[in-house]
């Protein structure tokens, strides 16, 4: 009889996973590691390699309670070669497997590492397509075919279509509108606080894999004097019926608000377990579909939030298999910056920056438009080195894996990609952030001013960009009103806001900003 192995990569923490599905559980073997080469590849948040372990360890504890065998290389294992080139080549002299399988893996880099090995040594891999996705990497190539712009506007209404949701018999959308984006994203009208999150029991493999963190990793980003993560399915589970209960009905209102002091407001914090394979894309929308059936939730919450999972986060992936690996070494607008020490301390006056850093630092989480509008609107302006502002993005979320990271840094954020993901730069000044947020309450800068002495830095930065970029810009139709704002100032006004866009980029560069 045939014996397989199963190689599970760290994100395919799922029963549903193709792989798992193809198992013959009386003959194969599942494979699962923990490499230095994964953990180390940038320095990881602190909380995201211990989410990593205790999912991991979870789920090996899973198989085998389910009568699975499972050749498990934990990290300190005297024999671990620490990288998935060794590791499976070992795992070949030791079982002699007819075949490896292994489900797509979501990033390129593994998918060229296991390529080559196919190739120098012959390892018998064979791929299947990892399904747990709606959109096969195929379907989005054949979407994309001969279009000019690939706007996710149209995917989405594809992908509704197809896969039926939240529309009518006729493939209409429900309640007439695809998208309800008019009732969403307000202003706050008053402070907001984050509902009570739930917490869940530390089990003994939680509390292992933080000691293991705390031994082998304590010079990575972040810190573990807290970790509330689910770590297995179950748990999962009950983050996804408490987000859709009691958070889901204002996600909409409340998506692009900003807090000083509240990581999570109204959203979901179902990345990391959705990205993990604890929870499945179709299952999280069925779920969300079921509550605004049942009259739970408002339409506008509903289509909103699954348009960031149906819509955004399939075509997200479509576009990183698609350009990958030219994709990686995007960098239209030349920016060339050292990233600013800030970064990695959350040390700076700017009080929306140093808030959404510590944010950062103590719950490996910051919600989207902290992640575009803050940190990624900062380094777009000052023009900070794209791939140092991936690493980072990659390094500092639990939910972060180069798939969905890069296109969303590189292309939403940093608009390194040309225009493929966005069809124009975020860039906004103070006014934005003011609009949307309480954090200019309280900086040591005046978000109303451009160019006097306590003028917020995003002020300056912003016009200093738009005029760097000009040739670029202008000729975009959504660009044409910023042009025509800075055009009417005088020269010397001009002069003065560029002077001290250049007064703060030098300050940058001291890190004393
Ligand atoms: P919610 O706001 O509750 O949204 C619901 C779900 O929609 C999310 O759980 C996620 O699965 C999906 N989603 C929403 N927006 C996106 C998007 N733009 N791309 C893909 N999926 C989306 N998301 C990641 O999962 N991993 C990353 O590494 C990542 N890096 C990002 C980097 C930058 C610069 C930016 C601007 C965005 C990034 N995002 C990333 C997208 C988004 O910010 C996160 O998915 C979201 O903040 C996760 O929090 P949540 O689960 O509370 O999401
Ligand atoms: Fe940020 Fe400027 Fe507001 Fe300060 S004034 S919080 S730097 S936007």
């Known amino acids: 009889m045939k014996k397989n192995l199963i190689y599970l990569f760290l994100d395919q923490l799922s029963f549903e996973v193709s792989?798992?599905?193809?198992?013959?559980?009386?003959?194969?073997?599942?494979?699962?590691c923990e490499l230095d080469e994964q953990m180390c590849q940038v320095p990881h948040h602190q909380q995201k390699i211990a989410y990593w372990l205790s999912t991991m360890r979870h789920f090996a504890e899973k198989l085998r309670m389910a009568g699975i065998q499972v050749h498990y290389v934990a990290l300190e294992d005297a024999d671990n070669t620490h990288t998935i080139t060794g590791e499976l080549l070992r795992a070949k002299a030791l079982f002699s497997p007819d075949a490896i399988i292994i489900?797509?893996?979501?990033?390129?880099?593994?998918?060229?590492?296991?390529?080559?090995?196919?190739?120098?040594?012959?390892?018998?891999?064979?791929?299947?397509?990892?399904?747990?996705?709606?959109?096969?990497?195929?379907?989005?190539?054949?979407?994309a075919k001969g279009k000019?712009?690939?706007?996710?506007?149209?995917?989405?209404?594809?992908?509704?279509?197809?896969?039926?949701?939240?529309?009518?018999?006729?493939?209409?959308?429900?309640?007439?509108?695809?998208?309800?984006?008019?009732?969403?994203?307000?202003?706050?009208?008053?402070?907001?606080?984050?509902?009570?999150?739930?917490?869940?029991?530390?089990?003994?493999?939680?509390?292992?894999?933080?000691?293991?963190?705390?031994?082998?990793?304590?010079?990575?980003?972040?810190?573990?004097?807290?970790?509330?993560?689910?770590?297995?399915?179950?748990?999962?589970?009950?983050?996804?019926?408490?987000?859709?209960?009691?958070?889901?009905?204002?996600?909409?209102?409340?998506?692009?608000?900003?807090?000083?002091?509240?990581?999570?407001?109204?959203?979901?914090?179902?990345?990391?377990?959705?990205?993990?394979?604890?929870?499945?894309p179709r299952q999280v929308c069925a779920a969300a579909v079921k509550a605004f059936q049942q009259g739970k939730i408002p339409?506008?919450?509903?289509?909103?939030?699954?348009?960031?999972?149906?819509?955004?986060?399939?075509?997200?992936?479509?576009?990183?298999?698609?350009?990958?690996?030219?994709?990686?070494?995007?960098?239209?607008?030349?920016?060339?910056?050292?990233l600013p020490?800030?970064?990695?301390?959350?040390?700076?006056?700017?009080?929306?920056?140093?808030?959404?850093?510590?944010?950062?630092?103590?719950?490996?989480?910051?919600?989207?438009?902290?992640?575009?509008?803050?940190?990624?609107?900062?380094?777009?302006?000052?023009?900070?080195?794209?791939?140092?502002?991936?690493?980072?993005?990659?390094a500092v979320y639990a939910d972060a894996y180069e798939w969905v990271e890069m296109p969303n840094t590189i292309g939403m954020a940093l608009f390194a990609d040309g225009g493929i993901v966005a069809s124009k730069p975020y860039a906004a000044s103070g006014a934005y952030i003011q609009r949307m947020s309480n954090f200019c309450k309280g900086c040591a800068f005046n978000v109303k001013e451009a160019i006097g002495e306590k003028a917020c830095p995003f002020n300056s930065l912003y016009w200093s960009f738009l005029n760097r970029h000009r040739s670029l810009f202008q000729v975009n139709p959504r660009m044409t009103y910023m042009y025509a704002t800075?055009?009417?100032?005088?020269?010397?006004?001009?002069?003065?806001?560029?002077?001290?866009?250049?007064?703060?980029?030098?300050?940058l560069e001291k890190n004393k900003l």
């Open 299 to 338: 339409l506008n919450s509903a289509e909103g939030f699954i348009r960031q999972i149906l819509g955004w986060r399939e075509y997200i992936r479509g576009i990183y298999w698609m350009y990958m690996p030219q994709y990686a070494a995007s960098n239209t607008l030349h920016a060339t910056r050292a």
């Open 486 to 507: 800075w055009d009417k100032f005088s020269t010397e006004k001009q002069t003065a806001i560029l002077n001290k866009a250049q007064y703060y980029l030098q300050l």
């Open 148 to 280: 000019k712009k690939l706007l996710m506007e149209y995917f989405y209404r594809e992908m509704r279509k197809k896969h039926r949701i939240l529309v009518d018999e006729k493939g209409k959308p429900v309640g007439g509108e695809w998208n309800y984006d008019k009732q969403n994203r307000q202003p706050p009208k008053s402070t907001i606080s984050s509902p009570p999150r739930l917490s869940h029991k530390k089990s003994t493999i939680i509390k292992e894999s933080i000691a293991l963190v705390k031994k082998r990793y304590n010079h990575h980003f972040g810190h573990l004097n807290r970790f509330y993560y689910a770590v297995t399915s179950e748990q999962a589970m009950l983050e996804l019926n408490h987000f859709i209960e009691k958070l889901l009905p204002h996600f909409g209102e409340y998506q692009d608000i900003m807090q000083y002091n509240e990581a999570y407001l109204y959203h979901s914090l179902l990345s990391s377990y959705i990205n993990s394979g604890l929870l499945l």
């Open 103 to 143: 489900a797509d893996s979501s990033e390129w880099h593994w998918q060229e590492k296991i390529n080559q090995l196919i190739k120098n040594h012959s390892l018998p891999v064979e791929w299947l397509s990892d399904d747990r996705f709606f959109c096969e990497k195929s379907e989005f190539f054949s979407w």
């Open 19 to 32: 792989s798992l599905k193809r198992m013959n559980k009386s003959t194969d073997i599942v494979m699962m």
């Open 341 to 394: 020490a800030f970064y990695w301390s959350g040390k700076t006056q700017m009080r929306c920056l140093s808030n959404v850093v510590q944010q950062t630092m103590d719950h490996a989480y910051s919600h989207h438009i902290q992640r575009l509008m803050v940190t990624g609107n900062f380094a777009l302006l000052s023009g900070i080195n794209v791939n140092a502002v991936h690493e980072w993005y990659l």
